[in-house]
């Protein structure tokens, strides 16, 4: 398993300049999508009834980060070190734009889901560049003590450009989408819909074009990705629901901490991945874009499954 994995990292994937564009642009349209459903009434709740917001955002934040790391040490006989540095970009990234639909499917609170999205996708713009390079930075620096027959590249990632990445993605469109809400609510209700129908679609789209351009790869590869990220996201969930009953949350919130910590924006740890400021073109980061790209499908199996059951 590990040498296949091996030749999976020296890969780069089918996927051109003018894709990535098309994703950058999906992406910000998505949370542009995200904001247009923020009120300052969600922001007066969170306020009125803080706990169950700031356990979501701590499971989201420092739970998911930390718990991927453990895991992939403990898998670091099985992984290479970019497939580990794969699982803890996307654990570092904010939770994934459908949660609030899965949560309203598993009858969860909705007005939650949507509080935390804000408070995941805001906070994002800080947190992610520090967690994916501190725990990065952490787990490479293992790999190489634990593995020594293993010549490990130290990860220097700039955390200047993940900032400024994810700021263009997220803290622009989100700005922009809340004042368009607050500003023009009659114009906000008649777009909002058509622009999360059209934008998931895109997204989707992109997903299946990626895969096709790359099948050969995938049907060689997948049997062991799918097992690796079948196992994150199993702990992704297992940490939302555990830890909102640890602090006996309500049903209807334990529900939806544990679909916001399960599902992450893997859209947008992809559109890290193709940054060649972020990962220069000689790195071999064909694990990473492989983990990143099947999150992008599991999670949706996985959190439909779980709000139907």
């Known amino acids: 398993m590990l040498d296949t994995l091996r030749s999976l990292d020296s890969i780069r994937l089918n996927f051109s300049p003018d894709g990535l564009f098309v994703l950058n642009i999906t992406i910000a349209l998505i949370m542009f999508g995200v904001a247009l459903e923020l009120k300052p009434l969600h922001f007066k709740k969170l306020i009125q009834n803080p706990k169950s917001a700031l356990i979501g955002a701590i499971s989201q934040f420092v739970l998911m980060p930390l718990m991927?790391?453990?895991?992939?040490?403990?898998?670091?006989?099985?992984?290479?070190?970019?497939?580990?540095?794969?699982?803890?970009?996307?654990?570092?990234?904010p939770g994934g734009n459908v949660s609030n639909f899965f949560t309203s499917l598993a009858r969860g609170n909705v007005a939650l889901s949507v509080s935390l999205t804000a408070i995941s996708d805001l906070g994002a713009i800080l947190i992610t560049p520090f967690n994916f390079a501190?725990?990065?930075?952490?787990?490479?620096?293992?790999?190489?003590?634990?593995?020594?027959?293993?010549?490990?590249?130290?990860?220097?990632?700039?955390?200047?450009?993940?900032?400024?990445?994810?700021?263009?993605?997220?803290?622009?469109?989100?700005?922009?989408?809340?004042?368009?809400?607050?500003?023009?609510?009659?114009?906000?209700?008649?777009?909002?819909?058509?622009?999360?129908?059209?934008?998931?679609?895109?997204?989707?789209a992109i997903i299946v074009i990626m895969l096709a351009m790359n099948f050969d790869y995938f049907l060689q590869y997948i049997k062991y990705i799918f097992l690796i990220v079948l196992i994150h996201n199993a702990l992704a969930l297992t940490i939302g629901y555990s830890f909102s009953s640890l602090f006996r949350r309500p049903l209807m919130d334990r529900k939806t901490i544990t679909i916001e910590t399960g599902i992450q924006n893997s859209g947008l740890a992809l559109v890290l991945i193709f940054n060649p400021k972020i990962f220069p073109p000689d790195l071999a980061i064909g694990g990473m874009a492989f983990i990143a790209a099947w999150w992008g499908i599991w999670h949706l199996i996985s959190a439909f499954a779980l709000a139907m059951y």
């Open 68 to 93: 991927t790391f453990i895991l992939a040490i403990a898998l670091r006989n099985y992984i290479t070190p970019t497939i580990g540095l794969g699982m803890i970009l996307v654990a570092s990234c």
């Open 134 to 204: 501190f725990w990065g930075s952490l787990f490479t620096k293992v790999y190489a003590l634990t593995n020594a027959s293993e010549l490990v590249r130290p990860l220097e990632i700039d955390p200047f450009h993940v900032f400024q990445t994810i700021f263009i993605l997220l803290g622009i469109p989100l700005t922009l989408g809340i004042l368009i809400n607050m500003r023009f609510p009659k114009f906000t209700s008649r777009i909002v819909i058509p622009i999360k129908r059209f934008s998931l679609f895109a997204f989707s």
